[in-house]
T-cell receptor
Framework: DAGITQSPRHKVTETGTPVTLRCHQTENHRYMYWYRQDPGHGLRLIHYSYGVKDTDKGEVSDGYSVSRSKTEDFLLTLESATSSQTSVYFC?????????????FGPGTRLTVT | QKEVEQDPGPLSVPEGAIVSLNCTYSNSAFQYFMWYRQYSRKGPELLMYTYSSGNKEDGRFTAQVDKSSKYISLFIRDSQPSDSATYLCANGGGSNYKLTFGKGTLLTVNP
């Protein structure tokens, strides 16, 4: 497996509370991505980063923010969690210097908002 | 219009069968095609990767791209129960290195 870890792996939180998910990589890959996966929708891109402090929105970015202060860490924050954000969240990495489009995924974080 | 369409199945086959999984895509400028396999409660893992058109073979797996019909396929020969998983196709191109995924096809191979 690519060296990608996600924490926490499971979380239950209440509506309105802030939540931060962490993705950590040991591959020194430039690009990092956050996806959510829901039944009937597949994988959808939330935000991605193309370098330290360089981020951009994906197709479902409303209600989420991200930060990347180091190459190895990419944080996803739900400022005020809602039940619609109950999902499985996956982080992925890729390295354009090797192969632009191969993405490698972490094990996922299962988030439940009650 | 969703950029990558994939029949969600589920698909159930007997062990040893040849499996065909298919997707269509809409953006003809995107020339990178991926197949991922995802076991239950795990992250997707990259299975096959092709660029532009043609076939690529890896063991029992063959990935095929038909650009004229915007059709991508994954064939699994001599399917095994361990192949039971959700298979995701993806398409990418452009300068932002993003992939668009199909919704996945759930495959069950019965012993």
């Amino acid at each position: 497996d690519a060296g990608i870890t996600q924490s926490p792996r499971h979380k239950v939180t209440e509506t309105g509370t802030p939540v931060t998910l962490r993705c950590h990589q040991t591959e020194n890959h430039r690009y990092m991505y956050w996806y959510r996966q829901d039944p009937g929708h597949g994988l959808r891109l939330i935000h991605y980063s193309y370098g330290v402090k360089d981020t951009d929105k994906g197709e479902v970015s409303d209600g989420y923010s991200v930060s990347r202060s180091k190459t190895e860490d990419f944080l996803l924050t739900l400022e005020s969690a809602t039940s619609s954000q109950t999902s499985v969240y996956f982080c992925a990495i890729s390295d354009p210097t090797v192969n632009s489009y191969e993405q490698y995924f972490g094990p996922g974080t299962r988030l439940t908002v009650t | 219009q969703k950029e990558v369409e994939q029949d969600p199945g589920p698909l159930s086959v007997p062990e040893g069968a040849i499996v065909s999984l298919n997707c269509t895509y809409s953006n003809s400028a995107f020339q990178y095609f991926m197949w991922y396999r995802q076991y239950s409660r795990k992250g997707p893992e990259l299975l096959m990767y092709t660029y532009s058109s043609g076939n690529k073979e890896d063991g029992r797996f063959t990935a095929q791209v038909d650009k004229s019909s915007k059709y991508i396929s994954l064939f699994i020969r001599d399917s095994q129960p361990s192949d039971s998983a959700t298979y995701l196709c993806a398409n990418g191109g452009g300068s932002n290195y993003k992939l668009t995924f199909g919704k996945g096809t759930l495959l069950t191979v019965n012993p």
